[in-house]
């Protein structure tokens, strides 16, 4: 049966919005020159291709946005959401030392103090000393955000939100959860309106400009809250600048667009998945099957690069990495010609014979390109099933694929 094509505002259809979420789900390294943003498989980055380690040792320095923490939450969904938050820092702590953390919101589940501090005891173990956060809706319940702000808001405007530099970026922390609109949307408020512009006015065109916030600025999903009423205000005042990050959490998964010299982002959180626009009654914390919730968890990683104003921005899961699994094309034959693998595994094809050969699955949903001698493919299985595929050349050599 055909699926209806329902555009949101920014005429992206939901078949469109659920391959986009399966494309950065395999997690991809972002660099941005220019307003232009070029991609690198994240598995590149962890098996040390020459682009990716390129990119990734010319930055000046960097920081990591974790996000939707939730702590006090204890339903199926995650019955150990302090456990999910330690493996996040210790994957932070693996990695090089970041300059700073920046937390997107709902650090907490129901603002209680108990989870405030629970929330600080893990952030202790972090391997930076400079964290900076946002409210998230769940962060100010019942008080007004009187026990958010005496705890994180210290030297901040109105409800908490604040600018500062560091080594030639500036950074903007907005507040989008205390007066929400119909359906939850988010909202600015004109007194922080105000303050952006004010804040902004003074900046360079050529300052990098990163923008944290917990609900996205821009219409991700409006029927689910999921965006800011008037955050094309704030959009507005940025479009002068050269390069603009615009971070998020609030939806727990990643999704992604670059438009002008803007790049928007949203981040996985480190306490439950929810599911994508559309594809559910309603949003709130989903359930995956066992084993596979830190698949879906993770933390986000981003580079500067001093003098270019480049942004490189890395998703990872809290997941080990992905497996790899190779297949040798010899004697104009696959080996293995069967193969299982997990679901989230990379599949790495590499032509020995002398001849050239191209891979393409027969639904087409894979297709290299032409393989010369010694040349190799490689693809991310997010889905499980059943893959048949064969050398368009040589049609009679085919391949099993069987991803569960």
């Known amino acids: ?15 469109g919005f659920l391959k986009c979420m399966a494309w950065a789900g395999t997690g991809l390294l972002y660099t941005l020159h220019g307003g232009v943003l070029k991609s690198i498989p994240l598995m590149d980055a962890l098996t040390g291709q020459p682009d990716a380690v390129k990119a990734m040792k010319a930055a000046s320095f960097s920081f990591v946005q974790i ?13 150990d959401v302090i456990g999910t938050l330690r493996q996040a820092i210790d994957s932070i702590n693996r990695a090089a030392k970041p300059d700073l953390l920046l937390h997107t919101g709902d650090l907490s589940h129901l603002s209680k103090p108990e989870e405030f ?6 952030l202790k173990s972090v391997n930076t000393s400079q964290r900076f956060f946002v409210p998230g809706e769940h962060d100010v319940l019942g008080d007004d955000g009187a026990a958010y702000l005496a705890r994180y808001g210290k030297g901040s405007k109105g409800h908490g939100w604040y600018s500062f530099d560091h080594r030639g970026v500036h950074f903007v922390g907005l507040v989008n959860v205390m007066n929400l609109k119909a359906g939850g949307l988010g909202n600015l408020g004109e007194d922080q309106v105000a303050w952006l512009a004010d804040d902004l006015k003074g900046l360079r065109a050529s300052t990098p400009v990163v923008v944290f916030a917990h609900i996205p600025l821009w219409s991700v999903y409006p029927e689910w809250g999921w965006g800011t009423d008037d955050g094309a205000r704030a959009l507005s005042m940025l479009q002068r600048f050269g390069s603009v990050t615009v971070l998020n959490g609030h939806i727990h998964q990643i999704v992604q667009k670059v438009e002008g010299n803007i790049t928007f982002h949203t981040a996985r959180s480190t306490a439950f998945p929810q599911p994508a626009p559309g594809s ?14 830190a698949s879906v968890l993770g933390v986000t990683h981003v580079d500067y690069v001093q003098g270019n104003g480049s942004l490189a921005i890395v998703d990872s899961t809290l997941a080990a990495a992905p497996a790899q699994s190779k297949i040798a094309i010899e004697n104009f034959a696959f080996m293995p010609p069967t193969l299982g693998v997990a679901q989230g595994s990379t599949v790495t094809w590499t032509n020995r014979d002398e001849e050239p ?7 087409g949903r894979f297709k290299s390109k032409p393989l010369d001698t010694g040349d190799s493919f490689s693809h991310v299985f997010l889905e499980a099933g059943t893959f048949d595929y064969f050398c368009t050349m040589h049609p009679k050599m085919q391949g099993k694929l069987v991803v569960g």
Do not use: C, W, Y
């Open 357 to 363: 050969h191209l891979i393409a699955e027969k639904t």
């Open 1 to 15: 049966m055909m699926e209806n094509s329902i555009l949101d505002p920014d005429g992206i259809d939901r078949r």
């Open 280 to 293: 559910a009654p309603s949003p709130g914390p989903m359930k995956v099957p066992a084993g596979q919730l």
């Open 117 to 122: 501090d629970a929330l600080d005891q893990v």
């Open 67 to 79: 996000s939707d923490s939730h702590i006090g939450f204890s339903k199926d969904a995650n019955m």
